[in-house]
Structure formats: structure tokens, C-alpha cells
């Protein structure tokens, strides 16, 4: 067991640090820091999918009044490390997709510089391309591993010959579509360097993270490289890994020493430089036996990355561990396109990853002529079926008993087109999951004066509650009242804290915050004077080799169609959730209720369409990139258990901001199948395919 | 090309000397350092840069400076009297109605105005013709569904807006 923090101010409800701020509009994003004297920067990108630029006539924007400089790969500061093909920004004449930056201008004023940089002419050879993403091509290839380091495959017995064998089957291709983050604060940075080294202002899920990687890339200390991002308006995993808007800001102010040097995509921008979550081919296979127990399991993927950069999804580990089953095999399978980078998106692998095994779920318990709660009950596992190891606490079926209840899902009549109103009205459940995560390194300090503590760690809040949360653990292991905390997050100038990603803050930051109190408590007791300071770094926690630790939930959605029409909305998600001990109910439910509308939004509209002539994205901004309105999601509730775990760290917490986007989409997909009768396994559910 | 405009924000006067190209989101952002109304797409397609403009809201992002001189402005940050939020603003503080706050001030400003047109008796998509306007949680978020927020916090923003309507409502308590 980890040793456990006594909970006083954990639990309750503390209304956000920065709630004030926000609602005014002053807390302060990364371009809004009032730096002087500034240059704008505006980027010119390839017109081509692939090739080399031969030709470039920047005359003419350079002698627009007004600007600075015009950087291109012949003229801009070289980099220290190119070895990330992502980052190697102006380096070499390649292309290697459509958006790339090829050249950039830096001017006085926005709108000086957006002129110039639409006056630079350049010139490709163009070579042949492929941007089209084809489960039968012979060119896919398995990656060494998957996102970040799992086993890009795994086999347990026979699972084709069970399959073939089982009294009930179920082979059924599903597609998630591709799918852009969009967060609503654009990516941006500003950059400065002077004789100290490189200042940033960055929007940005890890300060430390982009201190590392400009280091890296600049040949410099990392000591000098500063990060700041107090505030991040979203984020959703494309802010957790840096991308080249950020090398270019840095590259810009290298070449204008003493300006800060101003880079924010614009939304369009963001479609091809800001990483997205790839398109997937699920071929799944359920076997079973005629009271639904699961004798064979397939997940098969096929996702796309890009030629220059591999990132290969997940999307086949919550296959591994959802179910026990007599046989399973997991596989990924990638095609390298000439398109944009893709990268995290809220719950990476898990997202996706369940869409196909929880609709093959709905349809097996139709085959079966069962309740799909009951079938999910049925195929429980008694340990993790991946690695062996019993869970450190797994209350799916609770989250599914309470989810029916709260629902009302004990009256449903299973069959298929229900009308009520002139509508046609559907309810579907699916399971969520997600893995508690840890990585090594966060540190903590704690200082005491004018009886406060101020706690400072460089970590983020991207709308997480990160800076009300932290200070609650910090006063209860501290034993104090959470008046008395203060934080400081947000900056590099505080310890190392590891990226938010993997819904791992709370545990990685928290865990760094409870060694720094307790170190704190033991060297100065309960009365510190003035400048007491201590400082702890998140442990190890060994009871991870001996338990497999994950959260669970069950989603449900109530759908409603118009048989005329098929236009289909979601009148009602309730999720029930499993994820230790909530820290803040106030800030966990809107995490909960925003990751199931993002869901929502998964389900019912988001499509980003790929040219695979142009490779790139057509439905570039928001007008056409559909994300849900308030008017789509009319009811979005979250509950959760009172689930104890010990194991999994000292707060008893398992990370809860991507768990809510994980089975949304199956669960809309199974009710729109209850209310319509026709199975929609290509994503997203619109109209023409529920009238198909 | 260059020229100068006036404008009243947040009841400051400003003189300022402007790019006929530019919007009034930039210039509220970039010259004046009025950094509340926020730049989401610039195409008037999300709503976080929503002021109050001589009452009404608008998209800043699609009104040209230049063609504003004079103009009166609120903003989110002007909402607010010292420290004290407007209903609107205290309301979305109690019910958590926004998380990353990026498209916040939008959201708030959009509120408040939308709040005058119900009260003027404006319909909106989903009014029932001829019916007054009661503002019902559908109608709340048809009304507020030009503010897109990426978090989805749209339940408690509709819960935030329902009780600010309902406080404005009532009858002033002693």
C-alpha cells in the first residue's frame, strides 16, 4: 500500500483559484503576456504533399515597409538537432507535407507580415505522393512499438480457430474518422533570446517538456531556456508535445536578437501543424459461446502516421484488458502517408480503440438475444487478461449497475424502433477504461512565510483544475487549511514536472507535492519559521509491478432519429465513473461531462476530410470541422463511485480527464442502433447513413 | 494604410491610430492591451471573441475597426466592477461553466446580451411562432450556440445563464 494522505480538504468542492480571472477574460494566455518590443511572424507552408522547393523570391516581401526579416531553409539559423523531421523547421528545401512551413516573414505589425508572406513565390519539384489511408495496401508496416511503449502486438492461443469455432461470431469492420483537437486558444508562442538564452511564452500542456526539446534543438543548456504558461486555453494532447510553431517563433527571435518574436496558427493552420488523432480500421472479432461468454477476441488496427515521423495510436489496448476471453489477438498495422504528423488526442488508443470492440459488444449481445449489460458482466475478467496481474480495484459492473439505475435501462424493451413524438428514440450503453498512469521525475517545492505555504511545481492547468486541486492535496498533506496554500505553477523557474498527458497530473504532480510536505513536516513540524522550505520528488511506487491499474465506466445514451430525415440527436448521456478517490467534485464533474461531450461530438459530427490529392484537410476551420454546440449536448450528466483504491498512489486518485471520451461514441452508436435498427460502424453517425 | 479612430472601452476613452485592415479584436488586443475578448478563429465561427458593442453582442473578429470610430465597448473584463463580478460572471463561477476559460469571456459577453434580446421578446430558431419567449434551457442554447467551447462545459453554462435569468427575474429581496 502507499501511505495515505488523511483527506480534510480533498473532497470538497472549492470553487477554481482562477475562476475570478477567468470569467474576465484576465487571466493571461500565451500571447497575451505584455512583452516589448514585439515582431509578428507569419509562415508561408507548402503548397505540395512531397518534394523540394527549387525556387524562392522573397524581393518582394522584403520590401513591404515594415518588415523585418523573410526566413526560408537558405537563410534561417541552423539547428543544433534535426533529427526530429517535425521540428527541423527551414533546415533543408524537403517537403514533406502539404502545410509544411517552407518560409516565414516577421514584420512590425500582424497585418504587414500576413501581407508579405502572401507576396513570397516559391517553386517545387513535386514528387508522387500518397495520402490516402488503405487497409488492404501492401506498403502497411508494424510499427517496433505503439504509443508510448506498448507491444504492437499480442496473441494468446488460437483465436482464428476459436472464432471459426464459436457458436456465435461476430466480424465487423469499424472506422473512427480523422479527428483535429481544436482547442479554442490557438497554438502560439513568443519567443525572445538574449544574452542569457531563450525565453517563451508558450501555450502548452508541459513548460519543462518545451524546455527540454528547444534546448535539444538549439544546442543549449536547458538552464537556459525559460518556459512560461500560466494558462492554457486547451489543449486536448496537442499542446503536450511541441510542435514547429514553437521552433519557428525561437528560430525568428535567434535571427532578431532583443525582439519578442510572436507565432500563433491560425485556425486553419492548426489542421495540418498541430498533430490530430489518425484515422482507424478496426477488424474485430467476437467468438462466443451461446450464453456469451467470449471464447475469441480479434482487434486488428490500421492506422496512418506520417512518412517524416512515426506516432503510432493504441488503439488496440483496451481490447487487451476490457474482457476475459479464451483467445485473443491484438495487432496495429501503420501506413506511412505523406500527410501532417499526427499525435495525441484526448485519450490516445483508448478513444478509438473502443469504438469497435464496445459496438461488436452491442451486436453480440444481440445475437445472443441477451442484455448488453448482462453480456458485459458475463465476460469479466478476475485479473487483467494482459499482464496477468489482478487489478488494484476494477468496479466496472458497479459503474454499470449504477449507470442502469440512474438511467432507467431496467424498462427498455430491447427491440429496435421505438417511436415516441414523431421520433424514433434509442438507448445504447458502452464501458469506458482508462490506464492510471505514472512517469518519473516531478518535484515539489514548499516554502513557508507570512504564514503561507507556497508550493511550487512547473506544472499545468489546461482547464483541468490543476491549481485549485494541488493546492487541496498540498494543505491536506500538509495538514493546514487550503487558505494557507499557495500555488505556483506554470513556469520552468519551478521544479521539474512531467507533461499533462495521460490523465497522470493529479497522480505525478500530486505524488511530488505529498513527498515535499512530508519532507516539509519532518524537518519543521507544525510551526515552520519564516524561509522553511523543503522540497520531495515523486517516488516509485512498486505496488505497480504487482497490480494492474485502470479506471472504468459505463456510458449511456438516450438518441433520438427522425425516420424521415434521419436526423439524429443525443437527448441524454449519463456516465457513471470508477476513478479512486475524486479530488474536487466540482472540477472532476465538468472533466467527466467534458470529456463525454467531447465524445458526443465524436459521435455525431467531427470528420476531418483528407484530400488525398492535396493531402490536405478540406474542412479546415469550424465552420466546416463541425465540434458540438450547446444546443447538441441538452443533457450531459456525470456520477461516479465511492471506489478506494490504496495502491495506485497516496491521494487513492486514478486519473479522470480522458476516461470521459472513451465508449461515448459506441454508446451513441448502440442507441442510434436501438432507435433506427440499422447499424452505423463508420463514424461519424449522420443522416444518410442511418437512412442507408 | 493608416488612420485614427476613436473608441470607448470598458469606459475608458482611446485615440488610436489603426491599420485600415485591422479588426476590432485586434486592435482591442494588440494596440489598446484589452487581451479579454479572445482570438479562437478569426472567422467568426467560434465566438470567444464576443463583445458588447453599443449594447449588442458581435463577433469582433469580423468588424472591421475602421468602420467603428466612436463606438461604445464591453468587454468581459469591463463586466466586472472592481471586484465584483456581474451576475452573469458570478453565475458561471458557481456552476464550473467553463474550464480552460479561453472561450469564457465570449461566452459571458454573449450571455448578457443575449439575455437583453430575450427580454425584448426577440425569437429565436426553436421560439414557437407567436408564443413569447420563456427562456427554457432549449432556448438557452440555441441562443448560445454560437460560443463554442471545446472543453464542453455547455450543460453548466445553460445552468449558469438559466439562474442568472431567474435572479434577474425576481423581485429585489430586502
Redo the contacts between chains.
Keep these: 500500500m502507499t501511505e495515505p494522505v488523511t483527506v480534510r480538504s480533498i473532497g470538497t468542492d472549492l470553487v477554481r483559484r482562477d475562476a475570478w480571472a477567468k470569467v474576465t477574460g484576465t487571466a493571461p494566455y500565451a500571447v497575451e503576456h505584455p512583452v516589448r518590443p514585439r515582431a509578428y511572424l507569419y509562415p508561408v507552408q507548402a503548397t505540395v504533399p512531397r518534394g523540394t522547393v527549387t525556387a524562392m523570391d522573397t524581393a518582394a516581401a522584403e520590401a513591404v515597409d515594415g518588415v523585418l526579416a523573410v526566413l526560408t531553409h537558405r537563410n534561417a539559423p541552423r539547428l543544433a538537432d534535426t533529427s526530429d523531421a517535425e521540428l527541423a523547421v527551414l533546415q533543408s528545401p524537403a517537403v514533406g507535407f502539404a502545410g509544411q512551413f517552407v518560409a516565414a516573414v516577421v514584420a512590425e505589425h500582424p497585418e504587414i507580415a500576413r501581407q508579405a508572406a502572401g507576396l513570397v513565390r516559391v517553386e517545387y519539384d513535386r514528387m508522387a505522393h500518397d495520402a490516402q489511408l488503405d487497409p488492404d495496401s501492401s506498403e502497411l508496416y508494424a510499427p517496433d512499438s505503439v504509443n508510448p511503449s506498448y507491444p504492437t502486438d499480442t496473441l494468446d492461443g488460437d483465436p482464428d480457430a476459436a472464432l471459426a469455432a464459436a457458436a456465435v461470431q461476430v466480424r465487423q469492420t469499424y472506422r473512427t474518422a480523422m479527428y483535429h483537437n481544436n482547442p479554442m486558444e490557438p497554438h502560439a508562442s513568443y519567443a525572445h533570446w538574449d544574452s542569457d538564452g531563450l525565453t517563451v511564452y508558450d501555450s502548452t500542456q508541459g513548460v519543462h517538456v518545451v524546455r527540454s526539446v528547444l534546448a535539444r534543438t538549439f544546442g543549449i543548456d536547458a538552464e537556459r531556456v525559460r518556459v512560461i504558461c500560466p494558462y492554457v486555453g486547451g489543449g486536448f494532447g496537442s499542446k503536450g508535445t511541441v510542435h514547429a510553431h514553437a521552433v519557428l517563433a525561437a528560430l525568428a527571435a535567434r535571427a532578431l536578437p532583443g525582439r519578442w518574436v510572436r507565432v500563433v496558427l491560425t485556425r486553419q493552420q492548426m489542421f495540418c501543424l498541430a498533430g490530430y488523432r489518425t484515422p482507424t480500421i478496426q477488424r474485430v472479432g467476437l467468438g462466443a459461446d451461446r450464453s456469451g461468454r467470449l471464447t475469441a477476441l480479434t482487434m486488428d488496427v490500421v492506422e496512418q502516421t506520417s512518412r517524416i515521423k512515426e506516432f503510432a495510436e493504441q488503439s488496440g489496448m483496451p481490447a487487451r484488458t476490457m474482457y476475459a476471453a479464451g483467445t485473443r489477438r491484438t495487432t496495429h498495422r501503420l501506413a506511412a502517408l505523406d500527410v501532417p504528423v499526427p499525435s495525441w488526442m484526448r485519450a490516445p488508443g483508448e478513444c478509438p480503440g473502443m469504438f469497435g470492440p464496445e459496438v461488436a459488444m452491442d451486436e453480440l449481445a444481440v445475437a445472443c438475444d441477451l442484455d448488453p449489460i448482462e453480456l458485459r458482466i458475463r465476460n469479466e475478467p478476475d485479473r487483467d487478461p494482459d499482464s496477468g496481474l489482478p487489478f488494484s480495484s476494477r468496479n466496472l459492473v458497479g459503474c454499470l449497475r449504477e449507470g442502469a439505475d440512474r438511467f432507467g435501462w431496467h424498462d427498455r424493451d430491447p427491440r429496435p424502433r421505438r417511436m415516441v413524438d414523431g421520433w424514433l428514440v434509442g438507448s445504447g450503453v458502452a464501458a469506458s477504461t482508462y490506464p492510471v498512469n505514472q512517469m518519473p521525475g516531478a518535484t515539489a517545492t514548499i516554502r513557508y512565510a507570512d504564514e503561507h505555504y507556497t508550493v511550487s511545481i512547473g506544472a499545468a492547468d489546461l482547464g483541468t483544475g490543476a491549481w485549485t486541486i494541488l493546492g487541496q492535496i498540498a494543505a491536506d498533506a500538509l495538514q493546514v487549511p487550503v487558505e494557507q496554500v499557495r500555488m505556483r505553477i506554470g513556469d520552468t523557474a519551478f521544479p521539474y514536472a512531467s507533461v499533462a498527458g495521460g490523465s497522470s497530473g493529479t497522480t505525478c504532480w500530486g505524488g511530488a507535492i505529498v513527498a515535499a510536505a512530508r519532507a516539509f513536516r519532518s524537518r519543521y513540524g507544525d510551526r515552520p519559521g519564516d524561509g522553511a522550505e523543503a522540497e520531495g520528488t515523486l517516488p516509485d511506487n512498486p505496488e505497480r509491478k504487482h497490480w494492474a491499474m485502470h479506471a472504468f465506466g459505463a456510458q449511456f445514451a438516450e438518441v433520438r432519429v427522425r425516420p424521415d430525415s434521419g436526423e439524429i440527436r443525443v437527448a441524454r448521456l449519463l456516465g457513471v465513473f470508477a476513478c479512486g478517490r475524486i479530488v474536487n467534485p466540482r472540477t472532476a464533474r465538468s472533466q467527466f461531462v467534458g470529456g463525454m461531450t467531447m465524445g458526443l461530438s465524436m459521435a455525431l459530427h467531427e470528420d476531418s476530410v483528407l484530400d488525398p490529392r492535396s493531402g490536405r484537410v478540406v474542412n479546415h476551420d469550424l465552420a466546416q470541422y463541425h465540434i458540438a454546440s450547446c444546443a447538441d449536448a441538452p443533457s450531459v450528466q456525470a456520477y461516479w463511485l465511492d471506489e478506494h483504491d490504496p495502491y495506485v498512489n497516496p491521494m487513492g486518485s486514478k486519473g479522470i480527464g480522458e476516461i470521459g471520451i472513451v465508449g461515448t461514441a459506441a454508446a451513441v452508436a448502440n442507441a442510434a442502433w436501438h432507435a433506427t435498427g440499422v447499424r452505423v460502424r463508420e463514424l461519424p453517425i449522420t443522416c444518410d447513413k442511418l437512412l442507408g | 494604410m493608416e488612420t485614427q479612430i476613436g473608441l470607448r472601452v470598458d469606459g475608458t476613452r482611446h485615440t488610436v491610430r489603426i491599420?485600415t485592415?485591422?479588426t476590432l479584436l485586434?486592435v482591442l488586443?494588440?494596440r489598446l492591451?484589452n487581451?479579454?475578448?479572445?482570438?479562437?478563429?478569426?472567422?467568426g465561427?467560434?465566438g470567444?471573441c464576443t463583445v458588447l458593442l453599443d449594447g449588442r453582442r458581435v463577433t469582433t473578429c469580423l468588424a472591421l475597426a475602421v468602420s467603428h470610430d466612436g463606438a461604445e465597448l464591453t468587454?468581459?473584463?469591463g463586466?466586472?466592477s472592481g471586484a465584483q463580478?456581474h451576475p452573469v460572471?458570478q453565475a458561471?463561477?458557481?456552476h464550473?461553466a467553463?474550464?480552460?476559460?479561453?472561450?469564457?469571456?465570449g461566452q459571458?459577453c454573449s450571455a448578457v446580451g443575449m439575455l437583453d434580446e430575450a427580454s425584448r421578446g426577440w425569437p429565436s430558431a426553436c421560439t414557437e411562432p407567436g408564443e413569447l419567449v420563456r427562456l427554457s434551457?432549449?432556448e438557452?442554447?440555441?441562443r448560445?450556440?454560437?460560443?463554442?467551447?471545446?472543453?464542453?462545459?455547455?450543460?453548466?453554462?445553460?445552468a449558469a445563464i438559466r439562474q442568472a435569468a431567474v435572479d434577474a427575474d425576481a423581485p429585489d429581496t430586502p
Design positions: 491599420d485592415r485591422e485586434d488586443r494588440e492591451g487581451t479579454s475578448p479572445k482570438k479562437g478563429c478569426d472567422h465561427q467560434c470567444a468587454t468581459a473584463a463586466l466586472a463580478l460572471q458561471f463561477v458557481t464550473d467553463f474550464q480552460c476559460g479561453y472561450c469564457t469571456p459571458v434551457d432549449a438557452i442554447a440555441e448560445m450556440s454560437g460560443n463554442l467551447c471545446r472543453c464542453g462545459a455547455y450543460v453548466n453554462i445553460v
